[in-house]
């Protein structure tokens, strides 16, 4: 099978003299003997691997570990010293100057982990500018950057200045100014790091919606392992500046490498791969709306000690009845539940993941969990979740952070 | 005491002979250069006294207002030149603006390129810093010296050690702006196949105009000292008052040159200053 790219060998060594640093790494020196040895930094170090057209391959590791370097390298905003980078057979690092301006104006798209925003250009001229440099007339240009605000939700912010944006929005931006010049190929360099966890999540979500339709090549730098098993078809992990595992995010999980694999993955968050159906209790009885009315439904609380009762039509999850509206029905003398039945309830599908049920639990309990076919197949209260999770491996809190240097504040 | 034990190194006349022969084959150049120059200047100082000092003085306030939205400043403005018309100063002011002006703008147009170069090539930055620090410690009258057989007595001479003296502010701020724009804003440019001229216009003078704004002001502070100081080797204007008070020890005539240069100083520095400010807004 062809592959879209192929990195063979790359080396980038920082300081004078870089090649003398290469060949030291050939013959066997690490990273930390080079620097005292020689005073040459070891960016990265004879890395190879390939990504396939339409995925996402996402290459972490802790700060430090060469990652962002090396998607520097690939669009060539760091010249490597060594090794091949091959794009559909071209070889990007033998590209002279010009060519290489046309490669990274066609091909590549970059969204940067500060946004990078142009702050004396308002929001659409922020998303122009790619095509600005292209020189696109003005009208295309305009319809062109429109189109890519609309597509991540900033329609109506054009006239905006970055900096009169949130974090979010303004990454928003920065991932519709790439757009604009539908690259095949994106390099996303910690595009959501600086962004708090909720807005982080959002736009993770909206990154895969995107790339539904989009099929892009995408290459996503990251240090937090919950970021890179959600987004990444496939996973590289770096340390100083080598790869230590490839695979799909499975594989990582089950099987990792080494010692530094495995303390990664020890940290995953169980409650994002715990599901609803996995802690689920069973509904136990269930009123019939076709059958019951108040009096049965009462009857049939008191029997399970429940304080409310779901009621199903059909198969179907109709509503829930709570004992305080069928005692009053009672007394009024009503005969069936349609005035009591409560139809706003929660319902969730089995592969909702243990971290989404939170929110939803501190609106109301219990939560339906319904199959595709609207039937009830089990409840979730509070306790149910938190009786699960505790169950699980110790973690160490929601947002966990592969990073131990300083990266606590994003 | 004398250094006996080694012979005197010639470093003065060194710099004499290269200044003499500069003189001796150049000066047909710099003289018709003078010319140029010095005709330049009459026009503009004739120009500015055909009108009658108020409309000038209504003109000049309207400016003020115009580019700083300032009421403060215009009445200050305003204010400040009546005084001046006043002390019966007006002719030597206008001279003097004059010469502020032409040398800024020489100073401009040589500086800002030679600020661009060094901020974006190590090899030009490494070459120009040193002579700024020379221009810089320099004290300013030794300029006059070589301006007198380049380019004669008078008002281009003056210029010409003005331009030298209050050069090395546009130079180092213009490389500072643009040294100063985030690494990350050049790698989106870059990554987005910028070519350089791209991102010097589209990226790097945008942002680094504040900072190149502050250093004209006081590339025009300078020039304004300088062009006082100048008056020595035959540049008119507020300088020549001064120091035609020294030579005739005339202090209410001294201070009353010296509070329109204060008065003209300020107006300056208060209009360059709020525009400065008004570019580090985003437009």
Redesign the interface.
């Known amino acids: 099978m062809d592959h879209k790219i192929i990195v063979q060998n790359l080396y980038k060594i920082f300081g004078n003299h870089p090649r003398k640093g290469v060949k030291l790494l050939k013959q066997g020196y690490t990273k930390d003997q080079i620097l005292e040895k020689t005073g040459l930094g070891v960016g990265i170090a004879d890395v190879s691997f390939h990504v396939d057209e339409g995925e996402i391959l996402v290459i972490m590791g802790l700060s430090g570990s060469g990652k962002s370097t090396l998607v520097?390298c690939l669009?060539r905003?760091i010249e490597p010293t060594d090794g091949k980078i091959l794009l559909e057979g071209t070889d990007v690092t033998s590209l002279g100057r010009e060519e290489?301006?046309?490669?990274?104006?066609?091909r590549?798209g970059?969204v940067?982990?500060?946004f990078?925003?142009?702050?004396?250009?308002?929001v659409i001229r922020n998303v122009e500018?790619?095509l600005?440099?292209?020189k696109v007339p003005p009208k295309e240009r305009r319809d062109r950057a429109m189109k890519a605000l609309e597509q991540v939700g900033l329609k109506g912010w054009e006239d905006s200045?970055p900096?009169q944006l949130s974090g979010g929005m303004q990454q928003r931006v920065g991932l519709a100014r790439a757009l604009a010049?539908d690259p095949d190929i994106m390099?996303m360099d910690e595009a959501f790091s600086a962004l708090d966890p909720l807005i982080r999540r959002d736009m993770q979500d909206e990154l895969l919606k995107l790339q539904e339709k989009m099929h892009k090549t995408i290459i996503f730098i990251s240090h937090d392992l919950d970021e890179a098993l959600k987004l990444g078809d496939r996973i590289i992990l770096m340390k100083d500046g080598r790869i230590v595992q490839e695979g799909t995010a499975e594989s990582i999980l089950t099987n990792p490498a080494d010692d530094y694999v495995s303390k990664f993955v020890e940290d995953v968050d169980i409650s994002k791969v715990v599901t609803a159906e996995t802690i689920m209790k069973n509904p136990g009885e269930v009123a019939s709306y076709a059958h019951d009315g108040p009096k049965a439904a009462l009857w049939k609380m008191r029997q399970a000690g429940l304080s409310s009762i779901y009621v199903q039509h059909k198969g179907r999850l109709m509503g829930i009845v709570r004992a305080e509206d069928a005692s009053a029905a009672l007394k009024s003398g009503e005969k069936d539940l349609k005035n009591i039945l409560a139809t706003d309830i929660q319902k969730v599908s089995p592969e909702t993941p243990a971290y989404e049920l939170f929110p939803l639990l501190v609106e109301s309990s219990p939560l339906a969990v319904v199959d595709s076919e609207e039937h009830l197949m089990g409840v979730i209260i509070k306790g149910t979740l938190l009786a699960a999770l505790a169950e699980g491996v110790q973690t160490n809190g929601n947002e966990l952070d592969a990073g131990d240097t300083g990266r606590q504040n994003n | 005491m004398e250094m006996n034990w080694m012979p005197e190194i010639p470093v003065g006349r060194t710099i004499e002979y290269v200044i003499d022969l500069f003189s001796e084959h150049c000066s047909f150049l710099t003289r018709a250069f003078s010319d140029v120059v010095e005709s330049g200047i009459s026009l503009i100082v004739n120009g500015l006294m055909f009108f009658p000092p108020w409309v000038l003085i209504l003109a000049f306030t309207a400016i003020a207002w115009f580019l700083s939205r300032k009421r403060g400043l215009a009445l200050f403005t305003l204010v400040g030149l009546l005084l001046i018309w006043n002390m019966n100063l007006w002719g030597p002011t206008v001279s003097t603006l004059a010469l502020v002006l032409i040398s800024t703008l020489i100073a401009m147009m040589i500086g800002l390129p030679l600020g661009i170069l060094s901020a974006l090539n190590q090899s030009a930055y490494r070459a120009i810093m040193p002579v700024l620090d020379v221009m810089q410690t320099m004290p300013a009258f030794v300029y006059l010296i070589p301006a007198i057989p380049f380019f004669g007595l008078g008002p281009v001479g003056a210029i010409f050690s003005t331009v030298i003296f209050s050069m090395p502010p546009a130079i180092r701020l213009t490389c500072l702006g643009i040294r100063q724009v985030p690494t990350e804003l050049v790698e989106a440019a870059d990554s987005f196949g910028s070519t350089r001229w791209q991102k010097l216009f589209k990226l790097q003078l945008p942002m680094a105009t504040p900072t190149i704004m502050a250093g004209i002001n006081q590339t025009i502070m300078l020039a304004l000292s300088m062009v006082v100081i100048a008056a020595m080797i035959g540049a008119k204007g507020l300088g020549g008052e001064v120091w035609k008070a020294i030579q005739r020890l005339e202090p209410a005539r001294g201070f009353e040159a010296g509070i329109a240069i204060v008065i003209v100083a300020m107006i300056l520095d208060r209009i360059m200053q709020r525009i400065g400010k008004q570019s580090d807004k985003p437009a």
Do not use: T
Not at chain 1, 116 to 122: D, E, K, T, W
């Open positions: 520097r669009n905003l290489l301006r046309q490669l990274r104006q066609k590549f970059m940067f982990q500060h990078a925003l142009f702050p004396r250009r308002s500018y790619g600005e440099v292209q200045y900096e010049l390099l």
